[in-house]
């Protein structure tokens, strides 16, 4: 009979959507996770950098397209494309800069954990996430004034570089000398490190949707208004990415993933006081399909790969032919 950690684990994609819809009915639950959100950062962070041999992620990293292109992607092209659509298609001026600082984030410090939970390429994720989290303090500030409005949104670069070095820099200490000190018992563990992210991520998950009850009494219409924007951003994201990567079914999810889910929360604790109403509430709103979307996934993951296969049995029978 399987632990509870492997159940956790087997079922994370469901876990994580449970813990959006806890968030929103309890929303005492919710307020009391929300200060632990910080420390389930770094346990997730640090969990999964236990669980991806060092090796594979430095043989990942020598690959420029993973190392270089995917994260440039995803924190300019990404943005500006966000940016270009919200204005032809007439959004308010304070929507699109909440959609273009929210594609300005590096992926999400948690997608490497939910690619492992999806069967994907946990080492690709990281190895992006982290190389996006090294620009972002360089092009975010940028992007932000390129598509701000008077007064615009200041992004202290410093603040937000010294935010990212802390959280990476010391996950990545710990691991060492975890590695160092207990390398032969993370082997023996893994179920348990797993199970240890899937709860972090739960906790995250519940802490994102503090005070988004209360703004579904107050304004409701600005709310579905803000949630329909996150899921068709998300959505129209990762399929665009899906559709135009090279490569395998688990591959071009890998990359739609990391395209799609962005650590919004990394931009709005450097925004601080900066963050207008509508950036926050956009910014809550996007946790939404973060958490939602990979239990989609993991649904549709064996009909697309199914459909691939019939697809490339069917190109080798005209082939032969």
Same mark, same amino acid.
Request: with cysteine; charged share 10%.
């Given at each position: 009979m399987p632990g %509870?950690?492997?159940?956790?684990?087997?079922?994370?994609?469901?876990?994580?959507?449970?813990?959006v819809f806890l968030g929103l009915l309890v929303p005492a639950l919710a307020d009391a996770a929300r200060p632990l959100m910080p420390v389930t950062v770094f346990i997730f962070v640090l969990g999964t950098l236990l669980r991806v041999d060092p090796a594979t992620v430095l043989a990942?990293?020598?690959?420029?397209?993973?190392?270089?292109?995917? %994260?440039l992607v995803a924190i300019v092209a990404c943005p500006v494309v966000a940016g270009? =659509?919200?204005?032809?298609?007439?959004?308010p001026p =304070?929507?699109?800069?909440?959609?273009?600082?929210?594609? $300005?984030?590096?992926?999400?410090?948690?997608?490497?954990a939910v690619a492992r939970m999806l069967?994907?390429?946990?080492?690709?994720?990281?190895?992006?996430?982290?190389?996006?989290?090294?620009?972002?303090? #360089?092009?975010?500030?940028?992007? =932000?004034?390129?598509?701000?409005?008077?007064?615009?949104?200041?992004?202290?670069?410093?603040?937000?570089a010294l935010r990212l070095i802390l959280l990476v820099g010391t996950a990545e200490g710990a691991a060492i000398l975890v590695r160092r000190f207990a390398k032969e018992r993370l082997a023996a563990h893994a179920g348990a490190i797993d199970g240890v992210v899937v709860v972090a991520l739960l906790v995250f998950a519940v802490g994102?949707?503090?005070?988004?009850?209360?703004?579904?009494?107050?304004?409701?219409?600005?709310?579905?208004?803000?949630?329909?924007?996150?899921?068709?951003?998300?959505?129209?994201?990762?399929?665009?990415a899906y559709l135009l990567t090279?490569?395998?079914?688990?591959?071009?999810?890998?990359v739609a993933l990391l395209m799609g889910n962005r650590n919004v929360g990394l931009l709005w604790a450097a925004l601080g006081a900066a963050a207008?109403?509508?950036?926050?509430?956009?910014?809550? $709103?996007?946790? #939404?399909?973060?958490?939602?979307?990979?239990?989609?996934?993991?649904? #549709?993951?064996?009909?697309?790969?199914?459909?691939?296969?019939?697809?490339?049995?069917?190109?080798?029978?005209?082939?032969?032919?």
């Open positions: %509870p950690f492997a159940v956790l684990t087997r079922n994370g994609p469901s876990v994580l959507a449970a813990g990942v990293a020598r690959r420029p397209a993973v190392s270089l292109a995917l %994260p270009l =659509a919200g204005h032809a298609v007439g959004l =304070a929507w699109t800069l909440a959609l273009v600082l929210a594609f $300005c984030a590096p992926p999400s410090s948690g997608t490497s069967g994907l390429d946990a080492a690709v994720a990281l190895v992006a996430t982290l190389a996006a989290m090294a620009l972002v303090p #360089l092009t975010a500030p940028l992007l =932000a004034h390129w598509f701000g409005r008077d007064p615009g949104v200041a992004i202290q670069p410093s603040s937000l994102t949707m503090a005070g988004l009850q209360q703004a579904v009494v107050d304004e409701p219409g600005l709310v579905i208004a803000a949630t329909a924007l996150a899921f068709a951003a998300n959505v129209g994201v990762q399929c665009l090279p490569g395998s079914v688990r591959t071009r999810l890998n207008t109403p509508a950036i926050a509430l956009f910014f809550a $709103c996007a946790q #939404l399909p973060i958490y939602l979307l990979p239990r989609v996934i993991q649904s #549709l993951l064996p009909r697309l790969e199914a459909l691939s296969e019939r697809r490339r049995s069917a190109r080798e029978l005209r082939a032969s032919e």
